[in-house]
């Protein structure tokens, strides 16, 4: 049994004697008997709470960012009125800071043998599943004087999905796509190499693209117009191995590389590309394979959604094997992943050559943007020495840059804002000078 703050109330305006502060209830009816009673009945007279029902419906999948209805369906199978107070317990990063106690509480009075349903708004702040752990409810008393509680545990799971805030960039580089692809009035002469159509030669063309046999079939000179490749193969790795969990303004690398992994997957299947997805550090955390293209970007985001990092080294060597598997034919291989001297030293260019002979292979990583600050910093002894730090910083990972474009590897390194852009970019490029 609780006794309420009413029961509280009554002791401080005097209506019980001091005696009521014992702790046992023996002592309390010694004290004052009719109160007591009232107290008792009012106990006797609350709803019970282990027999009510519950039942869940609402969002399964949201956005980071996004809010979250999970309605909570309560049942009263007793004789008796509830009038309850309810809290639908979820992990602390399921709302705002500061809004889980208005968010998760809930009035109840509810008549016998009805249901009435309640709705928790949800607005998670990380990623990955969160699951409902317990309702408790605390039934009273018509009189207020006396409480029952109990708990139940009501299952239910959110999956909290990757924002794509890189989606802003997708017109723009879809735009680009189009005049690559010849959609446009105005052709692009000379890229890509699938053969589109004919169109009158003006000034400038390149003259190896003068058709010769369709020029003799007709008075005005001719010339073809080239369109990148369809249905090429490209595989997206995303490492989560230790350095994935590194922070970098205010998110893990690995959150800024799934955002730019869903832009260009968005872009490349609007290419006529075909986007299959590994995430790998010792073993495989993840994998989307042959996907429709009007389902892969929405498996990707759910495979996506729960990968955490792993504070592990990444077997190098293992990734690149379940990359090739996962890659038979000639392919793009986009390696999201550090820019880091040793990790690139020790594991990733060893296991190059395997991967160089056979496909083209982009490595996108994440820079951080406070190293950039750093060494712009002047004015003070101490900004003097971050800047020189910071610029040893820049050189070392030019330098591992270089060891990479060395063995034929495509290399972006871009801040987390501008990284997805910066990759899809690179995608074009490679699609317009026919290496895609």
Same mark, same amino acid.
């Given at each position: 049994m609780a006794l309420t703050g009413r029961t509280a109330l009554l002791a401080a305006l005097g209506s019980l004697p001091v005696g009521i502060l014992a702790p046992s209830w023996t002592g309390l009816l010694a004290v004052n008997a009719p109160l007591s009673l009232a107290i008792l009945c009012d106990y006797a007279l609350a709803a019970p709470v282990r027999t009510l029902q519950f039942t869940r419906s609402g969002d399964t999948t949201v956005r980071l960012g996004d809010g979250a209805e999970v309605q909570l369906t309560v049942t009263n199978p007793s004789r008796r009125r509830l009038r309850a107070r309810l809290r639908d317990a979820w992990p602390p990063s399921s709302w705002l800071t500061g809004t889980e106690h208005a968010a998760s509480r809930h009035t109840l009075d509810i008549p016998a043998g009805e249901r009435r349903r309640v709705t928790t708004l949800l607005r998670p702040t990380r990623r990955g599943d969160r699951r409902a752990e317990r309702v408790t409810v605390r039934s009273y008393g018509p009189l207020g004087l006396a409480a029952r509680q109990g708990n139940h545990h009501v299952p239910w799971t959110v999956r909290v999905l990757p924002p794509f805030t890189s989606r802003k960039h997708l017109p723009s580089r879809l735009a680009r796509l189009r005049e690559l692809d010849g959609r446009t009035s105005v052709l692009t002469r000379g890229e890509g190499t699938e053969f589109d159509s004919l169109r009158a030669y003006v000034p400038g063309d390149d003259t190896r693209s003068i058709d010769w046999r369709a020029t003799a079939r007709q008075s005005a000179v001719a010339v073809r117009t080239w369109r990148p490749e369809r249905d090429r193969h490209i595989l997206l790795v995303l490492d989560t191995g230790r350095t994935s969990a590194g922070r970098v303004g205010d998110v893990p690398r690995l959150d800024a590389a799934m955002d730019a992994a869903l832009l260009l997957t968005a872009l490349a299947t609007r290419a006529g590309d075909r986007v299959d997805l590994l995430a790998h550090d010792r073993r495989t955390r993840a994998q989307v394979r042959g996907r429709a293209a009007g389902e892969v970007l929405s498996a990707m985001v759910t495979a996506m959604a729960p990968l955490e990092p792993e504070l592990v080294e990444t077997d190098v060597r293992s990734l690149s094997a379940t990359a090739l %598997?996962?890659?038979? @034919? @000639?392919?793009?291989?986009?390696?999201?992943?550090?820019?880091d001297a040793a990790p690139v030293e020790e594991g990733l260019l060893p296991a190059l050559p395997q991967l160089t002979q056979r496909h083209t292979v982009l490595v996108a990583a994440v820079a951080d943007p406070h190293i950039e600050e750093m060494a712009g910093a @002047?004015?003070?002894?101490?900004?003097?020495?971050? %800047?020189?730090?910071?610029?040893? %910083?820049?050189?070392? +990972? @030019? +330098?591992? %840059?270089?060891q990479l474009q060395r063995h034929g590897v495509v290399v972006v390194d871009a801040t987390p804002d501008n990284l997805a852009p910066a990759l899809a970019d690179a995608y074009l490029a490679l699609k317009a000078a026919g290496r895609l």
């Open positions: %598997a996962s890659a038979p @034919r @000639r392919s793009l291989i986009v390696l999201l992943t550090s820019l @002047r004015g003070t002894v101490d900004a003097v020495y971050e %800047a020189a730090a910071a610029a040893q %910083a820049q050189a070392q +990972r @030019r +330098r591992t %840059a270089e």
